[in-house]
T-cell receptor, first 113, second 114 residues
């Protein structure tokens, strides 16, 4: 399983764009990159997933360089409600890989006024 | 996204009793479900992989006789904490895997053992 490394914490202010970078040097060919958000006493919530280049949905963008050894989650114009822990995970989502995921430390994002 | 539910959301029990936690995939069939445990201020730790119709696969260090997992149908997996002790108090989270998609997590179950 590919190991991921993220900053332990980040601080931001409302209305700013936040970029959280994750390192996954040992990512395998079949691995996808997935980001989750977790609030206290809740299960992780799926944010976005990608394999390469750029993926965008209604809440975030995910940038993946050609070598796929890192990825960046971009949250546009954060608000107080975006204060949470963000996890970057890599795993094979196919039947053979079983999508087994290993959680790293995550990044505690704190958004202030 | 797909919806995964857990029941109960929180449970308090006496030391020595057994507690069952249910995990259901509400709008899809999941051949594989996962069980995690999370202690305060820590990340999620994978406990076991639950496969429908077969025995669960436990991570190293997780006692399979203490944490019984049953995955009897494509939408239901259960985790039973047998003879619970205060050190088993934790936040237990399940997830269901949708092939070629991703894992979707349940809301979690807070277990407190007195």
């Amino acid at each position: 399983l590919a190991k991921t490394t993220q900053p332990i914490s980040m601080d931001s202010y409302e209305g700013q764009e936040v970029n959280i970078t994750c390192s996954h040097n040992n990512i395998a060919t079949n691995d996808y990159i997935t980001w989750y958000q977790q609030f206290p006493s809740q299960g992780p919530r799926f944010i976005i997933q990608g394999y390469k280049t750029k993926v965008t949905n209604e809440v975030a963008s995910l940038f993946i360089p050609a070598d796929r050894k890192s990825s960046t989650l971009s949250l546009p114009r954060v608000s107080l409600s975006d204060t949470a822990v963000y996890y970057c995970l890599v795993g094979d989502r196919g039947a053979g890989g079983g999508n087994k995921l290993t959680f790293g430390t995550g990044t505690q994002l704190k958004v202030e006024l | 996204g797909a919806v995964v539910s857990q029941h109960p959301s929180r449970v308090i029990c006496k030391s020595g009793t057994s507690v069952k936690i249910e995990c259901r995939s509400l709008d899809f069939q999941a051949t594989t479900m996962f069980w995690y445990r999370q202690f305060p201020k820590q990340s999620l730790m994978l406990m076991a992989t639950s496969n429908e119709g077969s025995k669960a696969t436990y991570e190293q260090g997780v006692e399979k006789d203490k944490f019984l997992i049953n995955h009897a149908s494509l939408t239901l997996s259960t985790l039973t904490v047998t003879s619970a002790h205060p050190e088993d108090s934790s936040f237990y989270i399940c997830s269901a895997f949708l092939i070629t998609d991703t894992q979707y997590f349940g809301p979690g179950t807070r277990l407190t053992v007195l």
